[in-house]
């Protein structure tokens, strides 16, 4: 798959070490290879091959202490571009009454996603209705009723009218009056994308002007999705994707290109038949579950770490004149605790061995009540815990829920780790990457 294969490109690369221009583009080939295999458009990869092979082959990379980490991180942010970048809302109409028309070819998925949308909507607070607008087949009908009642919402029906435009309407006149605040059109598809389907929809559209249309693509027919999609922008206009049968054996192609191709987000994501089965869709999320999860995310997490040098060498500076305040241990904490869990954290701290079993749950607790007591201290206290007297100690002691002990216990560490930490700042260590724990 996609992921396995991108998988073993970044094995390779994380096993050379140092890297040269030529390793990196012999891997950006690799990478090519993948994604077009994937059903990825070929201008899509043309270009984010292009893209991520300009910033993988500066010098910041390449000098790093960590250059797969780092190339592997840029093809993370792209792919998380490529993707659509951040989450794409659906937009509800300023009137308080927005209208979604759901539209695309026969068996993307348009029925039964128009019920999965008023689920979630409606587990979100919305009152919706769903109107049954696919008047060729009567069990169309029917089953924009049956997913209606599946998820607890009204649905219109005219099973004798041949005027989708009038049902559209109709249909919004019903929900008015049922005072729903979202009404999801199910439109007819066609097999192929012809001019009849496009004058029908069009009809709708100019008739009830909806708020978004939204264009139902299944996932499973790669390019075609892409092509697809493109056309109903075109002749359409569309304002966002869903993608279905993301669950099924889909290579990821269409995911990763419809976006560029159409300049259309993907708002959600189809991932079964049940009416639970769709999610809002997330570009960083999906990048991360291409390149394979956990692993590669760590290892990101670990090439941020390197990034933030700097913050290091900043660091060590206030440290050497002693300006370390507990608003840098804060900040040191939180650093820590986007790591991940403590026991792999502490895994990761050169020198450090554990003997026999260590409860780590009272570590993350132990964590979770420094942040509290940092946190319920002031600015001035932060910056100068000499001026933080009994009576302070107690105020503080009450609003992070802990006790007066606590905060002596935290700031006894805090000055034993000053003290022990100018022991070691010497310039090369903060450079080293080995300050990691306090
Ligand atoms: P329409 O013709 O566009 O209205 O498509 P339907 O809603 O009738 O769906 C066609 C088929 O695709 C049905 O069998 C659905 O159960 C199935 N389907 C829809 N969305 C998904 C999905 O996200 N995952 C899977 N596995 N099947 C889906
Ligand atoms: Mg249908």
Redesign the pocket.
Same mark, same amino acid.
């Given at each position: 798959s996609l992921s396995e294969k991108l998988q073993d490109v970044f094995k390779k690369l994380r096993g050379k070490g140092k890297l040269t221009e030529k390793d990196i583009k012999e891997a950006m080939k690799e990478v090519k290879l993948a994604l077009l295999e994937a059903d990825v458009n070929y201008k899509v990869v043309k270009d984010f091959i292009n893209t991520v092979t300009q910033k993988a082959v500066g010098e910041e990379v390449l000098e790093s202490l960590t250059p797969a980490q780092q190339v592997i991180k840029i093809v993370y942010d792209e792919m998380v571009n490529l993707l659509g970048g951040s989450d794409t809302k659906l937009t509800f109409s300023p009137s308080g009454f927005s209208i979604y028309m759901m539209v695309?070819l026969?068996?993307?998925? !348009? #029925? #039964? #996603?128009a019920g999965k949308l008023a689920g979630l909507l409606k587990k979100q607070g919305k009152n919706p209705s769903l109107v049954a607008c696919d008047i060729y087949r009567p069990a169309a009908i029917k089953?924009l009723e049956v997913v209606a009642q599946k998820v607890g919402v009204k649905c219109y029906a005219d099973y004798t009218s041949q005027d989708a435009v009038k049902i559209a309407k109709d249909g919004i006149e019903f929900a008015k009056s049922n005072r729903s605040d979202v009404v999801i059109i199910d439109t007819a598809?066609r097999l192929h994308i012809n001019q009849e389907l496009m004058d029908e929809l069009k009809n709708i559209k100019n008739a009830v002007k909806p708020t978004e249309i939204l264009l139902?693509v299944d996932a499973m027919t790669g390019q075609d999705a892409v092509n697809v999609a493109e056309a109903f922008n075109d002749q359409l206009g569309i304002d966002g994707i869903i993608m #279905? !049968?993301?669950?099924?054996d889909t290579r990821g192609g269409a995911a990763l290109s419809v976006k560029a191709i159409t300049g259309k987000p993907i708002k959600f994501a189809?991932?079964?038949?049940k009416m639970e089965?769709l999610e809002v869709f997330h570009p960083d999320r999906m990048a991360s579950r291409i390149l394979g999860m956990g692993d590669v995310l760590t290892l990101i997490e670990k090439a941020q770490e390197a990034i933030d040098q700097k913050k290091a060498e900043e660091l060590e500076k206030k440290l050497r004149s002693m300006q370390f305040t507990l608003e840098d241990f804060l900040d040191q904490l939180k650093q820590i605790k986007k790591m991940g869990p403590l026991s792999q954290i502490i895994s990761m701290i050169p020198g450090i061995k554990l003997k026999g079993d260590v409860d780590f749950d009272a570590g993350e607790k132990e964590l979770k009540k420094i942040e509290a007591i940092i946190n319920s201290m002031t600015k001035e206290e932060r910056q100068d815990p000499s001026i933080i007297n009994s009576s302070r100690k107690r105020r503080i002691a009450m609003g992070s829920g802990t006790t007066v002990q606590d905060v002596n216990r935290l700031l006894k560490q805090f000055e034993d780790m000053k003290r022990m930490m100018k022991q070691f700042s010497n310039p090369s260590f903060a450079k080293k990457g080995k300050f990691k724990f306090p």
């Open positions: 695309g026969q068996g993307s998925g !348009k #029925t #039964t #996603t089953q598809g139902v #279905t !049968k993301l669950d099924g189809g991932v079964g038949e089965d």
